[in-house]
């Protein structure tokens, strides 16, 4: 590159990516006169500033003008061409727009989003070149981005295909691949030989395969490594072939280069260093490189030895050879403009959503926000079958209403005016002239954005409205100096997840806005908190239609998480809260630091404790290890602890270790706790209690229905449990499984375990599910070597048909049973091929555990294996947990007497 990156400056001031590429030379007219080098240079800088913003999210390029026109003038047309070059369109009024103030000239840049508007296909990412050569004829074609994603996108295909067939990725032999048989014999031929006459005529000529260079006579050296990153790509990423280096292309003559110009040993090194620098991406399970072999010809002149006819014959590779990393770029603030590596880059381009795949996604789920339509750094987003739509849900959340002015939540709006006297009129000044607009508040919405909150902020208030940016207002007490840092870092978070998790494709800024609420309950705004770029009106939005779609990106930002899926799919999706868990997660922790949360079975009381983990970190603030996180089985507490957001125990580690650090404690699954190893409540209590003037978090999760014990569990009276919310909608399981849910349910209602206290029957009454899911329930009795061949062959079924055995749980009614079964079932699934790489993993795989065990984790398909219950009276309570892990497919099998 004939410049650097640093000299693209990322300022930290605005609440935007504003990149500041230095002077530069506008105007047809001016851009004339420059020098062809730094016509050049600041063409690039241009074209990297604009494809990092493209990539990321968006921004404004800064710059300033190096002519000393008053009057506005164009960029010119080498810079407008480079811009068109990489969009790959002709529309620069889709991405960019300018606006000239004084000397400054300010680029606006929309988020690249590959949504094919004009019927093409368009590349996920935007680049300045793809660094990929293939050959054509006798030609070394660079591949567009487009053509780029075409070739990548066969390679793998060719790789799949492969892999079915063989088992093993594809390895050509060059002799196959050529067209040509009879002239790649000859090269081969030529290939072979140890000497050569002076003048000789080759009787092939060049082709796709093969291309002739005669050597340079200024430094031999220098010349060969600086076509290797060109020709040894394109041989390789087309059907291999022969570059032969001392030919005359035109008359085919063999030449060489002068033995006294020539070491060969040190340009061999120089061969095979340049083609080991080049970057090379798998899309198979290989690690192979690029295949090569360097072959020096003496070239004799009346019998001696005169000159050297380098050869390399460069096999074709399975996968992609670029010449060096793709000229594309990205940007944040923390790591500045940065260029992409070729493994990165491919990554990007090949990112496809995991549901075009088939599978549970395809089956179970509704793709909220698909790659194929939004933004470069966007992850794909489902929700499941019969949960609310991003769009239902913006419109139970933040609903817009033409002419109206809303005030949401309102009850915190209300909450917010009663505390602070003069709010509502100094709210009502600033937005009076707004018609149609929806008024957002918060106690903090840094906190909402997973950012830190900060002490002196009374509220924060996002305005969206018609004819109008995004606006984001925050309040506070008194004057701060730091209260417009906090704005500008706020609302640069907010515009960054719109796009890049929300999926907004539109041209988007957050404006903000500092208000102060003196002691006399006057209002005052504070200086110069208004942002110093002023936007084309272009983004203002213009109609309900466009807040609408910008308030559904709100949605997926605020109620969105990482699908306990990923891990499986083995890529990042993201699923969605439910109005009902938003609701509750969205309590202001300082008021409602006790919560009893009782949820029904399969209601994602986990999924909460999660997130709630993930609040409390940045409301208070505090480390990890200040946040304790209390279950009762092992598999679960160490399935938190690799999230790394706390301190992950047992309860009977609880009881026995001291924890001096910690502050808040979130405890789940507790109707299984007992009081065995002392009073854990209590204990739990007191920890989060210690510090008076500021108590910690105890949240405690628990579902009374699926109490595997009826020993005394430790919690307080129902009656007691206050604060208390309720979740009642079942979001993991099928529909089958959620009936049979509702019938065990009954089952309990109508006899109901003697520790199971009457009150919390009512919530029975409130049981709905997330309709739209097919899945089975079978509850079959059979023999035990009959059980054996059941469960293998289902396994065998289900794993020929894209399951994987992380998708499938066998569970005992005891740890006992576990340990006496498991090598049985074993046995009987080692006689069966299973569809899984390496049947190692059926030996060590933690498919086998017991229910109790099992309890807050889940699987797509769930063996229940001869249920019983230690007392007969919480039966119903453990078919309840049983069927409860299953999110697709439920066997309970009883063992005929």
């Not at 910008?550 to 809260?577: M, P």
Request: aromatic residues 8%.
């Amino acid at each position: 590159m004939s410049t650097e990156l640093y000299s693209l400056v990322v300022q930290t001031s605005h609440p935007d990516l504003v990149i500041d590429a230095g002077v530069v030379t506008l105007g047809e007219e001016n851009r004339k006169k420059l020098d062809a080098m730094r016509r050049r240079e600041e063409k690039l800088r241009l074209a990297q500033a604009s494809c990092a913003l493209l990539n990321s999210g968006g921004g404004v390029i800064k710059m300033e003008m190096a002519n000393k026109d008053e009057h506005p003038v164009e960029l010119g047309l080498d810079l407008e061409k480079s811009l068109r070059e990489l969009i790959q369109s002709s529309d620069l009024q889709a991405f960019f727009e300018t606006k000239q103030q004084g000397r400054q000239l300010y680029i606006f840049v929309k988020s690249w989003n590959c949504s094919p508007e004009d019927g093409s296909t368009k590349p996920r990412i935007c680049s300045l070149s793809s660094s990929l050569y293939r050959r054509s004829e006798t030609s070394v074609l660079p591949l567009d981005s487009r053509e780029a994603f075409s070739f990548l996108k066969k390679k793998k295909s060719s790789v799949k295909c492969s892999l079915m067939e063989n088992g093993a990725p594809p390895r050509k032999n060059l002799r196959a691949e050529c067209q040509d048989i009879s002239e790649l014999d000859r090269a081969l031929k030529i290939f072979q030989r140890e000497r050569i006459d002076y003048g000789h005529k080759l009787a092939f000529s060049e082709s796709t395969s093969i291309e002739f260079k005669q050597f340079s006579t200024k430094c031999i050296q220098e010349y060969v490594a600086r076509i290797i990153p060109e020709y040894i790509p394109a041989f390789a990423n087309t059907r291999g072939g022969y570059l032969f280096i001392g030919v005359d292309d035109k008359s085919k003559k063999v030449l060489g280069c002068k033995t006294e110009l020539v070491d060969r040993d040190s340009l061999e090194t120089v061969i095979a260093e340049a083609i080991s620098k080049l970057p090379i991406v798998h899309l198979c399970s290989s690690e192979a490189g690029v295949s090569f072999r360097t072959k020096f010809i003496d070239v004799y002149q009346e019998k001696n030895v005169c000159s050297y006819l380098c050869a390399i014959k460069v096999e074709p590779f399975c996968c992609a050879v670029f010449s060096e990393a793709p000229k594309s770029w990205m940007v944040n603030k923390e790591k500045g403009v940065y260029r992409l590596t070729a493994k990165e880059w491919v990554g990007m381009m090949m990112d496809a959503d995991p549901g075009e795949k088939g599978g549970i996604l395809s089956e179970d789920f509704e793709c909220q926000l698909s790659l194929s339509t939004s933004p470069p750094c966007c992850r794909p987003v489902y929700s499941r079958k019969g949960l609310e739509h991003k769009a239902n849900l913006q419109q139970c959340l933040f609903p817009v209403s033409p002419g109206c002015l809303q005030y949401i939540p309102d009850s915190l709006w209300k909450e917010l005016s009663s505390e602070h006297q003069g709010l509502e009129t100094l709210i009502s000044q600033e937005i009076h002239s707004f018609s149609c607009q929806v008024l957002i508040f918060s106690r903090s919405w840094a906190m909402d954005l997973d950012l830190k909150e900060k002490q002196g902020v009374i509220c924060d208030a996002l305005l969206i409205a018609e004819d109008s940016p995004p606006i984001l207002y925050t309040i506070l007490g008194e004057q701060d100096a730091g209260g417009q840092d906090y704005c500008t870092h706020t609302a640069f978070t907010l515009k960054q997840k719109l796009v890049n998790t929300g999926g907004y494709t539109g041209k988007l800024c957050v404006m903000t806005k500092v208000l102060c609420l003196s002691p006399q309950s006057t209002a005052a705004s504070t200086e110069g908190s208004a942002c110093p770029i002023h936007y084309p009106s272009s983004y203002n939005l213009a109609d309900t239609q466009e807040m609408e779609a910008l308030l559904q990106a709100l949605v997926l930002v605020l109620l969105s998480f990482r699908s306990f899926l990923s891990d499986q799919l083995g890529c990042e999706i993201l699923n969605l809260l439910t109005a009902q868990q938003y609701e509750i997660l969205s309590k202001n922790l300082h008021k409602t630091r006790d919560l009893f949360v009782h949820g029904l079975p399969g209601s994602g009381k986990t999924v909460m404790a999660l997130k709630i983990m993930e609040k409390i970190r940045n409301t208070f603030p505090c480390e990890t290890n200040r946040i304790l996180y209390i279950c009762e089985n092992e598999r679960l507490r160490d399935f938190i602890s690799s999230k790394n957001i706390c301190k992950a125990v047992t309860r009977k580690t609880f009881m026995i270790k001291e924890y001096h650090n910690i502050q808040h404690i979130i405890i789940d699954e507790a109707q299984n706790f007992r009081t065995e190893d002392g009073d854990w409540y209590e204990k739990a209590k007191a920890i989060t209690q210690r510090e008076q003037d500021c108590p910690g978090i105890l949240w405690i999760f628990l579902d009374y229905f699926q109490t595997s014990h009826l020993d005394v569990s430790g919690l307080p009276l129902f009656s007691r449990q206050y604060p208390r919310e309720e979740l009642t909608r079942v979001v993991r399981n099928a529909d089958n499984i959620a009936r049979y849910l509702q019938e065990e349910l009954e089952e309990v209602r109508n006899k109901p375990p003697p520790n199971l206290p009457p009150g919390s029957l009512g919530m029975l009454r409130e049981f709905n599910w997330a309709q739209g899911v097919s899945g089975s329930v079978e509850i079959k009795s059979m023999s035990l070597k009959t059980m054996m061949t059941y469960v293998a062959g289902k396994c065998q079924f289900f794993l020929s048909n894209g399951y994987s055995l992380r998708d499938i749980a066998v569970l005992f009614s005891t740890v006992n049973d576990v340990q006496y079964y498991k090598d049985m079932f074993l046995k009987e699934m080692r006689k069966r091929k299973m569809s899984c790489n390496n049947n190692e993993l059926i030996y060590n795989h933690d498919m086998f555990d017991s229910v109790r065990r099992f309890s807050g984790l889940e699987r797509s398909i769930v063996f229940g294996i001869d249920p019983r219950a230690a007392e007969p009276a919480i039966f119903h309570n453990l078919l309840l947990c049983l069927a409860s892990r299953a999110r697709k497919h439920l066997y309970i099998l009883r063992f005929s007497s």
